[in-house]
């Protein structure tokens, strides 16, 4: 089980990664920034908070699983 918490949590590492733009060059992400909406950029940063959150979570818990914790 706690394997499966971590697939996870490194799963919506790998997605805020990429709705940030975390694995992107820094000319990538100023023409990324110049090209799209405050509302676009706005409902991506929310997105990522919550996967960000979401992925904090399931960390926490397989490692409480992992450790016996729980």
């Given at each position: 089980m706690a394997?499966?918490?971590?697939y996870i949590g490194i799963g919506l590492l790998f997605i805020t990664g990429i709705l940030t733009g975390g694995f992107t060059t820094a000319d990538q992400q100023r023409a990324n920034f110049s090209t799209e909406s405050s509302e676009d950029?706005?409902?991506k940063d929310k997105w990522s908070t919550?996967?960000?959150?979401a992925r904090v979570v399931f960390l926490l818990l397989?490692?409480?699983w992992h450790y016996g914790v729980t």
């Open positions: 394997e499966w918490l971590l950029r706005l409902q919550w996967t960000a959150l397989a490692a409480a």
